[in-house]
């Protein structure tokens, strides 16, 4: 039985040296990019988070629909100064949040309405064969 706590104390201990603990869901925080603290992102600390979070999913057996979509660095630097900035990466976040709220829905109603289907329904051919 100690045997057994010390080797799970071991593993959790290796577990939060070893890696930055990334949220599974929704956007990084700034200072999970930030892994020099300066308060800025630069290029390559923005791919090694997204590559460690990407890494840490795929080892936790978890999904990563729409990774090819994710973003580039180049997108969310709307100045163009090679950094990133706090208010850069919030906006940017803020903006993809709210655009995927308010294309949630944007496909309903599309496909076959109501007598429009195959067979016979509420619309055309109802009465048919009778």
């Given at each position: 039985m100690k045997?057994?706590?010390?080797?799970?104390?071991v593993?959790?201990?290796?577990t939060?040296l070893?890696?930055?603990?990334?949220?599974?869901?929704?956007p990084?925080?700034?200072?999970?990019?930030?892994?020099?603290?300066?308060?800025?992102?630069?290029?390559k600390?923005?791919?090694?988070v997204?590559?460690?979070?990407?890494t840490?999913?795929?080892n936790q057996?978890?999904?990563?629909r729409n990774?090819?979509?994710?973003?580039s660095?180049?997108?969310?630097d709307?100045?163009?100064?090679?950094?990133?900035?706090?208010?850069?990466?919030?906006?940017?976040q803020?903006n993809?949040?709210s655009?995927?709220?308010?294309?949630?829905?944007?496909?309903?109603?599309?496909?076959?309405?109501?007598?429009?289907?195959q067979?016979?329904g509420?619309?055309?051919?109802?009465?048919?064969n009778?």
């Amino acid at each position: 039985m100690k045997t057994l706590k010390i080797a799970t104390l071991v593993v959790a201990t290796c577990t939060l040296l070893g890696a930055q603990n990334l949220t599974n869901r929704g956007p990084i925080p700034f200072n999970s990019y930030d892994t020099n603290s300066d308060g800025k992102i630069t290029s390559k600390e923005f791919y090694d988070v997204r590559a460690e979070r990407m890494t840490q999913k795929a080892n936790q057996n978890m999904p990563m629909r729409n990774a090819q979509n994710a973003p580039s660095f180049e997108e969310i630097d709307k100045n163009a100064d090679g950094n990133l900035t706090k208010q850069e990466l919030q906006d940017f976040q803020i903006n993809r949040m709210s655009n995927r709220m308010n294309n949630k829905g944007m496909n309903k109603g599309q496909g076959r309405g109501m007598g429009q289907g195959q067979g016979r329904g509420m619309g055309q051919g109802m009465n048919q064969n009778r």
